[in-house]
């Protein structure tokens, strides 16, 4: 199947504090976003969209043509939106016409290895709607009110979401059509459409990159095994 990945980078990164949009924040020599693309171009890929914040529409396209290599024609870049799902649509926008299936990327998830990439394409590739990678959760969680607990919430049904999230392109397109107000992940938007998501293994390697201790993980892991 023909697959186009939108890589959604227009985040301002309030949280991780660094005076400027997270996605070009130095992990080391390179940024964030052009870490994430390099393992992005990793997967068997038709089409990458890179969705930028305003104004920042040229230096990303500088890290996708360093990540790209000899793959440059498959390189598209958009401006984003003013929520992560404004920076999806538009994303979703700039995707080829002949392009089946659709996986949206977020950014800050800069070391997902491209494995985590092909097992969400297997899953859709064998007939499920969309897919996501996921991993148990491993602290208790309690549901509480105010300053009390009310119970605790059994572990076992709980899975940490991560991205990528891919989804048949026709059905992301719709859901993305019909969606009537903010979603917490493409996941909900698409299941809120009616459609069933499947899970996928995650990897503790696509964790975001969100507060300054994130940054300092990334960085010790990247000079730990340089790519
Ligand atoms: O803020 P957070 O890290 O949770 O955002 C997840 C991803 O969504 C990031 O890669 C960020 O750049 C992206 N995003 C976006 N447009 C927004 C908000 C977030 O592309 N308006």
């Not at 390189?75 to 002949?98: F, I, M, P």
């Not at 059994?154 to 009537?180: H, K, S, V, W």
């Not at 390697?205 to 892991?221: G, M, N, Q, V």
Request: charged content about 20%; proline content about 5%; hydrophobic content about 50%.
């Amino acid at each position: 199947p023909r697959v186009a990945v939108i890589v959604v980078a227009a985040g301002s990164g309030e949280r991780l504090g660094a005076g400027g949009p997270k996605a070009f924040v130095g992990i080391d020599a390179h940024t964030i976003l052009r870490h994430a693309l390099v393992r992005v171009f990793s997967a068997p890929l038709a089409q990458v969209v890179i969705v930028a914040p305003a104004g920042h529409e040229g230096d990303a396209l500088t890290d996708a043509l360093e990540a790209a290599g000899d793959r440059r024609d498959l390189v598209s870049v958009v401006t984003g939106g003013k929520t992560r799902q404004g920076s999806v649509s538009n994303g979703l926008a700039a995707v080829w016409a002949d392009v089946q299936i659709v996986l949206v990327h977020d950014a800050a998830r800069a070391l997902t290895p491209s494995a985590v990439f092909e097992r969400v394409i297997d899953a859709i590739d064998r007939g499920s709607d969309g897919a996501l990678p996921v991993l148990p959760v491993v602290d208790t969680i309690k549901r509480v009110a105010d300053t009390e607990v009310l119970h605790a919430v059994d572990r076992e049904e709980l899975a940490a979401a991560q991205t990528p999230q891919g989804f048949r392109r026709d059905i992301l397109d719709a859901a993305y059509r019909a969606a009537d107000r903010d979603y917490t992940d493409d996941a909900a938007l698409v299941g809120a459409a009616g459609h069933a998501v499947s899970v996928v293994t995650g990897d503790p390697l696509a964790f975001k990159i969100t507060t300054p201790a994130d940054l300092d993980r990334a960085r010790s892991l990247v000079s730990a095994a340089p790519v």
